[in-house]
């Protein structure tokens, strides 16, 4: 669970800043990393995209709430 909230909050975060790119031609984690090639910048664009793919999973895990119907159908 706190895995899918890091996750979230990363791909968020990803989504904010290519929206950025896209509307102001700002990329803000090179401007924060000295550049995008920096290994830092690097390092953060591949944490976004790993949680971006962490998420994917996210959209076929049954929800809480259909897990407690079905315990209480029972």
Same mark, same amino acid.
């Given at each position: 669970?706190?895995?899918? =909230?890091?996750? &979230? !909050?990363?791909? #968020?975060? $990803? %989504? ?8 102001? =031609?700002?990329? &803000? !984690?090179?401007? #924060?990393c $000295? %550049? ?9 664009y ?28 029972r």
């Amino acid at each position: 669970m706190i895995m899918d =909230r890091i996750a &979230l !909050v990363l791909a #968020i975060i $990803g %989504g904010l800043n290519w929206g950025s790119v896209g509307i102001f =031609r700002f990329d &803000l !984690v090179a401007w #924060i990393c $000295g %550049g995008a090639e920096t290994m830092l910048a690097r390092v953060i664009y591949t944490l976004v995209g790993l949680a971006a793919v962490w998420c994917v999973s996210l959209l076929f895990r049954p929800a809480l709430d259909e897990i407690n119907d079905r315990d209480l159908d029972r």
